[in-house]
């Protein structure tokens, strides 16, 4: 039972573009919502989260959405860049928990 | 700020073996959180330690198990290791209250033959 999905394995972008990345989730309970990079060889890196009282938030070139109703969010990435190039993750947990449950994660190639 | 760190960063051991992975916390965090990724895959929770305890545990059998210290270092122990053991296990710390992030280790590879 999975219950975050990232349903793109994969995304390429051309440098300068928009990459969005989508996440669902079917657990009502989670109210925590992060973004992860990872590149190879390397752990995954925080990049940014949202609680479930706000429905967007932003950090420079990144952007996460919320849906609750849709029980989805997304990560934006505006202005594209060949070092975004990498595997994102979502991850969710009920901050009651503090259990984190991750996607499958999406690769993000941006094209110079 | 010392990151999180863990060694060693590859291991290789046969089945039915034993192995223990240790993981430094990011200074000023409290918790840690283990996690193994298989390839393909997203990072699946093992178990969280606060105050030397465990403190949630996934679906893991007992042979998964961990410890923290009083310096908030961890190990996670592995018992009659299996082939679906190998894996990336990655080590996680955070400050337990509040929404606050965890923060990752870049693993340890594990590799059964």
């Known amino acids: 039972d999975q219950q975050v999905k990232q349903n793109s394995p994969s995304l390429s972008v051309q440098e300068g573009r928009i990459s969005i990345l989508n996440c669902d989730y079917t657990?009502?309970?989670?109210?925590?919502f992060l973004w992860y990079k990872k590149y190879p060889a390397e752990g995954p890196t925080f990049l940014i989260s949202?609680?479930?009282?706000?429905d967007k938030n932003e950090d420079g070139r990144f952007t996460v959405f919320l849906n609750k109703s849709a029980k989805h969010l997304s990560l934006h990435i505006v202005p594209s860049q060949p070092g975004d190039s990498a595997v994102y993750f979502c991850?969710?947990?009920?901050?009651?928990?503090?259990?984190?449950?991750f996607g499958t994660g999406t690769r993000l190639k941006v094209l110079a | 700020e010392t990151g999180v760190t863990q060694s060693p960063t590859h291991l290789i051991k046969t089945r039915g073996q034993q192995v223990t992975l240790r993981c430094s916390s990011q200074?000023?965090?409290?918790?840690v959180s283990w996690y193994q990724q298989a390839l393909g895959q997203g990072p699946q929770f093992i178990f969280q330690?606060?105050?030397?305890?465990?403190?949630g545990r996934g679906n893991f059998p007992p042979r998964f198990s961990g410890l923290q210290f009083p310096n908030y270092s961890s190990e996670l122990n592995v018992n009659a290791l299996e082939l679906d053991d190998s894996a990336l296990y990655l080590c996680?710390?955070?400050?337990?209250?509040?929404?606050?992030?965890?923060?990752f280790g870049d693993g340890t590879r594990l590799s059964i033959l």
């Open positions: 949202i609680s479930s009282i706000k």
């Open positions: 991850a969710a947990t009920d901050s009651g928990t503090y259990k984190y449950i």
């Open positions: 657990n009502s309970m989670f109210d925590y």
């Open positions: 200074s000023g965090h409290n918790t």
């Open positions: 996680a710390s955070s400050y337990l209250g509040g929404n606050q992030p965890q923060h």
């Open positions: 330690y606060y105050r030397e305890e465990e403190n």
